[in-house]
T-cell receptor, first 112, second 114 residues
Framework: QKEVEQDPGPLSVPEGAIVSLNCTYSNSAFQYFMWYRQYSRKGPELLMY????GNKEDGRFTAQVDKSSKYISLFIRDSQPSDSATYLC????????????FGKGITLSVRP | DAGITQSPRHKVTETGTPVTLRCHQT?????MYWYRQDPGHGLRLIHY???????DKGEVSDGYSVSRSKTEDFLLTLESATSSQTSVYFC?????????????FGPGTRLTVL
């Protein structure tokens, strides 16, 4: 079993839809959970991070972590064509020296 | 963009030739990383560095070597390129002083080995 599993996609939704992106993981040592967004032919950029369990909201984006189920989600409300990108989850144990483990990424397309 | 540049941005080479990719940062961050990104595999760590002349292997280090003689530069070398090393290579830096390993990525180098 991979340490981090991410829905493979691709995912296509109409503009205005609510999008749910998910990852599961197996390593209980993971404490920080991140979502990166990657536009075509660009480097990944950090979108949001969450520490331990709970929700975090930033505009139209909500990150949710359920450590008991080892499950994380990213919700996008009122999706826009500009949200079309690949989304990667990443996670790491506590500590500035620890390495990130990434999901494979899911490509989202928001249709006008 | 955390002041990270990568060169070259695109390269086509032939099997068996040596290739060196360069990552340059302008902010003296201690930690630097090389990843490759392939369809179906996501981002995989090749090598990383935690200081000048201090490097270590990641999960897919076979066929790659790295060097860091200055804080600002981290070089990735393919001693004898193979077609399986066709990929997009990303450099990343880690910002020290945070609670966790917050990484910022460069723009990537697209390498094709024929």
């Amino acid at each position: 079993q991979k340490e981090v599993e991410q829905d493979p996609g691709p995912l296509s939704v109409p503009e205005g839809a609510i999008v749910s992106l998910n990852c599961t993981y197996s390593n209980s040592a993971f404490q920080y959970f991140m979502w990166y967004r990657q536009y075509s032919r660009k480097g990944p950029e950090l979108l949001m991070y969450t520490y331990s369990s709970g929700n975090k909201e930033d505009g139209r984006f909500t990150a949710q972590v359920d450590k008991s189920s080892k499950y994380i989600s990213l919700f996008i409300r009122d999706s826009q064509p500009s949200d079309s990108a690949t989304y990667l989850c990443a996670m790491t144990p506590t500590g500035a020296n620890s390495k990130l483990t990434f999901g494979k990424g899911i490509t989202l397309s928001v249709r006008p | 963009d955390a002041g990270i540049t990568q060169s070259p941005r695109h390269k086509v080479t032939e099997t068996g030739t040596p290739v060196t990719l360069r990552c340059h940062q302008t902010e003296n961050h201690r930690y630097m990383y090389w990843y490759r990104q392939d369809p179906g595999h996501g981002l995989r760590l090749i090598h990383y560095s935690y200081g000048v002349k201090d490097t270590d292997k990641g999960e897919v280090s076979d066929g790659y070597s790295v060097s860091r003689s200055k804080t600002e530069d981290f070089l990735l070398t393919l001693e004898s390129a193979t077609s399986s090393q066709t990929s997009v290579y990303f450099c990343a830096i880690s910002v020290a002083g945070g609670e966790y390993n917050e990484q910022f990525f460069g723009p990537g180098t697209r390498l094709t080995v024929l």
